[in-house]
């Protein structure tokens, strides 16, 4: 009996010290998730916050002032009306034609014959990483009606002394955004085409359907929830576009809600906050509404496309019209990248743009760019940005992306939709919000002003994109590895780190790619929140281009592609790698 007795009087009397170990456990847990809730929190619904309380208040950040309704009463008005409904049209007037190409081309490269489909791939989505302020410059030296390289070229060959082509209209504003909204759509969309079980398709031709109605009536209904994702995600987008507004539009007397927001701050004599803050939080509740009608459109429907049966997605033969999608590729790709990156190349060599002679050749652009101090110090702030930022991003993103998938922790559901929030908040709002948040700290906190203030607004706006891309990698991971590392003493951010974050390397690589050229191309919240001294080189390239510069910005825009190539090469190498280490 003793022997029975003493086991069990030895496993109470260890049951206090495991008992305590977990309640050590669960209380450092819970402080874990509450200072992550408490960082998102200041990334998203802090700048928020303040964005409704800016929209109220009569004075700049800082100043004395009373609360009333007038930012409110201009917006309103005929004006402000009008302004919003430029917005949308040319949101949707871009959505459209963007959502069309980019599923012909997704199509085209997921379910033709079409040849070298895998490199076509990599050519049709290299514009999305090219910062659309470069090509928004580019294109301002193509398109030009008076100097214009292509009008230059069209009058030499046909003898006319008309322009055909004018990039300071409606047309020039959403042809711009045309060209890298579809990339970004593609990488939506083409991965839903190869997902997608053909024998839903094959079934619907052996019931008499034709190929037409096939693709109208199955295939586009079975990717209505990648397709309405994909849509919102653009209109958003295009909601939010200040370069092709900036650069097409103003010369044209075409406001939208960016360049109106940006105009109020800076070129009034007396920066009316106010009214930009209004705005910018009539954008947010507008993005809050489109969700909300894309859940009512989705409710209660099947989208089911991949089931438990094998199939391998069929690839439809093109016979000789696969020569032809393949030019249709190439040409998207000339037009998109070559031809832009032409003119900075041309224009990086000539004294003067738009003036093309033999003695007008010259090296001095590439002199003055390279004796700026300030531009080397736009370069190194982002340089120093992109890589940091890049990197603080996809830890959070890690860490955020573990919480929701691989536990039942309470409060992950709030995480995870505070890390989805930024989504919804244009860069230019989140930017205006910022600038409220921060100039409301207290004294002792010097963020206002700051290269830190960059920091934090980039590490909003690339968490959505780092947690998406951490959640999908962790979901293929089985929840055996970490259990094993826990069994054995490891810590929380050890297994994290050394098991989730190594097996799942090359999505966390593939995200820090993507932040880092999301840093790289931002420029509506950094034109609010730089200071001198923490210029990045999208706002030195804005300030350029405003002195008449265009020549050191084709210099600086090579510089940049040149960047853009390489850490795109690495993105494929690191890829591949994967996809042979898999033995796919």
Known sequence: MSEIVAPLQAGRAERPASAGLW???ASGRGIGVLAIILLLSFLTIYPFAMLFYGSLHSTPPGMAGEYNLNGYRQLLSKE???????????SLGKTIPSLTLAVFLAWIIARTDTPCRDKLEVLITLPFFIPPILTAMAWAMLGNPQVGLLNQLFKWATGVNYSPINVYSWGGVVWHMVQYSTPFLFLFIV?????????????????????????????????LPALTNAFILSFIRGMENFESPLFFGAPAKITV??????????????????????????????????????????????FTTVTGKGYSPSVMKLGKWRWATFGFCVLFFFITVVLPVSQLFIGSFFRFFGFYQWDMLTLEHYRAVFSSSEIWRAISNTMLLGLGGATLTMALGAVVAYISVRTKW???RVIDALAWLPWM??????????????????????????????????????????????????AQLSFDLEECSRVHGASFFQTLSRILVAL????????WVLTFFGIMRELSASVLLYSV??????????????????????????????LVILFRYVQIKILQRYVTTLGV
């Open 23 to 25: 309640s050590r456990w």
């Open 80 to 90: 402000a009306l009008g302004i919003l409904l430029n917005t949308v049209g040319i």
């Open 191 to 223: 991965d839903v085409f190869r997902a997608m079980d053909p024998a839903l398709e094959e079934s619907s031709r052996m019931c008499g359907a034709s190929r037409l109605r096939t693709f109208g009536g199955i295939t586009l209904m079975l990717m």
């Open 257 to 302: 809600i960016t360049t109106e927001m940006y105009n109020s701050i800076n070129h009034h004599a007396t920066p009316d906050y106010q009214y930009a803050t209004a705005i910018g939080f009539g954008v947010m509740i507008l993005m809050f509404a489109l969700v909300i009608a894309q859940w009512r459109l989705l409710r209660g429907r099947s």
């Open 410 to 412: 309470r409060g992950r």
């Open 425 to 474: 908040m244009p860069g230019m709002v989140l930017g205006i919000g910022f600038l409220w948040a921060f100039a409301m700290l207290p004294g002792p906190i010097p963020i206002y002003g700051t290269i830190w203030a960059l920091l934090l607004a980039y590490l909003a706006l690339g968490t959505p994109v780092a947690t998406r891309v951490m959640t999908g990698a962790y």
């Open 504 to 511: 799942a390397w090359p999505s966390f690589a593939v995200g």
């Open 533 to 562: 001294g923490s210029e990045v080189l999208s706002v030195v390239l804005m300030k350029l281009w405003a002195n008449g510069l265009a020549e050191q910005v084709s210099v600086i825009g090579l510089m940049m592609m040149l």
